[in-house]
């Protein structure tokens, strides 16, 4: 079985900071992919950035950056220079790959309000 | 990315009504795809997966009667709810693997059971 914690519902972040976003996992795979979403109030799911448990660089895209901790089963978001479209809700995920059968487990979310 | 659309956006509709949801992959097939139910400040929960060409497999605790689901093309699945009620109404949105480990995922149906 597979869980995804997030332990941050909401968070206010100045523009042009940066935020963090903690996720941490359970598992009992032992090769595994994380991923960040972002659900902006359309409600259309945006993958942001994925990592694979045996990847040695800390995935970045953009302004986004994965924080991969494997020995402490985290995977923070990081985004650079936040702007305010920016403010959604970010989910972790996390598939295990035991199985072919990709499914996703999510965490509960973090709502991300980006301040002028 | 791969693109993944999904009609209608929105939907309301009576009560014992049935309403049917599509899901397109647009640039790429999808033997698998996923449909997800989620509910005001909440997260994705899974209901079932979409198999082309087999039957859909459902998590535990979705009711396969009442959530049919075919896939009915390397493409296309469709979710429909069968009469539905008020507790039905959620936002529902799929997703289809693409390019080995991304879960793309469509822009979402909101439904309103009157």
């Known amino acids: 079985a597979q869980k995804i914690t997030q332990t941050q519902p909401g968070m206010f972040v100045q523009e042009k900071e940066a935020v963090t976003l903690d996720c941490t996992y359970d598992?009992?795979?032992?090769?595994?992919?994380l991923f960040w979403y972002k659900q902006p109030s359309s409600g259309e799911m945006i993958f942001l950035i994925y990592?694979?448990?045996?990847?040695?660089q800390n995935a970045t895209e953009g302004r986004y950056s994965l924080n991969f901790q494997k020995a402490r089963k985290s995977a923070n978001l990081v985004i650079s220079a936040s702007q305010l479209g920016d403010s959604a809700m970010y989910f972790c995920?996390?598939?295990?790959?035991?199985?072919?059968?990709?499914?996703?487990?999510f965490g509960a979310g973090t709502t991300v309000t980006v301040r002028a | 990315g791969a693109v993944v659309s999904q009609h209608p956006s929105w939907v309301i509709c009576k009560s014992g009504t049935s309403v049917k949801i599509e899901c397109r992959s647009l640039?790429?097939?999808?033997?698998?795809m996923f449909w997800y139910r989620q509910f005001p400040k909440q997260s994705l929960m899974l209901m079932a997966t979409?198999?082309?060409?087999?039957?859909?497999?459902?998590e535990q605790g979705v009711e396969k009667d009442k959530f049919l689901i075919n896939h009915a093309s390397l493409t296309l699945s469709t979710l429909t709810v069968t009469s539905a009620h008020p507790e039905d109404s959620s936002f529902y949105i799929c997703?289809?693997?693409?390019?080995?480990?991304?879960?793309?995922f469509g822009p979402g149906t909101r439904l309103l059971v009157l």
């Open positions: 997703s289809a693997p693409w390019g080995g480990e991304t879960q793309y």
């Open positions: 598992t009992s795979d032992q090769s595994y992919g």
């Open positions: 990592q694979g448990s045996y990847d040695e």
């Open positions: 995920a996390m598939r295990g790959r035991s199985s072919n059968d990709y499914k996703l487990s």
């Open positions: 640039d790429f097939q999808a033997t698998t």
């Open positions: 979409s198999n082309e060409g087999s039957k859909a497999t459902y």
